[in-house]
């Protein structure tokens, strides 16, 4: 096994314990609402300091219900990976390519340099 393929080995393991490792260890037993997202987090906090606070504006759009939100999240997340995938892929293959040309002109001209036998 590589180096990289190591590397690539113990980031993905580490990724996998953190995703699991709070949903086996109970972290978020003793709440409504386990895993609730920052701004969840944030609103309790600030209704606890100041219950009458009123916020500035309201959403443009509310999903009816925390599941649809949370596909919606997990397709803007998906979405942003496939952009990202996409865009160091393709730098990755022009390099590739550029490296390929490079290799193909130097061999052409080694071989222009080499006199042939009479």
Same mark, same amino acid.
């Given at each position: 096994?590589?180096? &990289?393929?190591? #590397? &690539?080995? !113990?980031? !993905?393991?580490?990724?996998?314990?953190?995703? @699991?490792?709070?949903? @086996?260890? /109970? !972290? $978020?037993?003793?709440?409504?609402?386990?895993?609730? $997202? +920052?701004?969840?987090? +944030?609103?309790t906090a600030i209704?606890?300091?100041?219950?009458?606070?009123? *916020?500035?504006? =309201?959403?443009?759009?509310?999903?009816? =219900?925390?599941?649809?939100?949370?596909?919606?999240?997990? !397709?803007?997340?998906?979405? $942003?990976? %496939?952009?990202?995938?996409?865009?160091? /892929?393709?730098?990755? %293959?022009?390099?590739? $390519?550029?490296?390929?040309?490079? +290799? +193909?002109?130097e061999t052409a =001209?080694?071989?222009?340099? #080499? *006199?042939? /036998?009479?």
């Open positions: 096994m590589s180096r &990289n393929a190591k #590397i &690539n080995a !113990l980031l !993905l393991l580490a990724v996998a314990a953190l995703a @699991v490792l709070p949903l @086996v260890l /109970g !972290l $978020g037993d003793h709440k409504e609402e386990p895993f609730a $997202g +920052a701004d969840a987090e +944030a609103e209704t606890e300091i100041e219950p009458d606070y009123e *916020p500035w504006f =309201s959403p443009l759009y509310e999903p009816p =219900s925390g599941e649809v939100e949370s596909a919606l999240f997990a !397709l803007q997340a998906a979405l $942003g990976a %496939g952009v990202l995938a996409y865009y160091f /892929g393709l730098r990755r %293959g022009r390099r590739q $390519g550029e490296q390929r040309a490079t +290799a +193909a002109s =001209s080694a071989s222009r340099d #080499i *006199p042939e /036998g009479d």
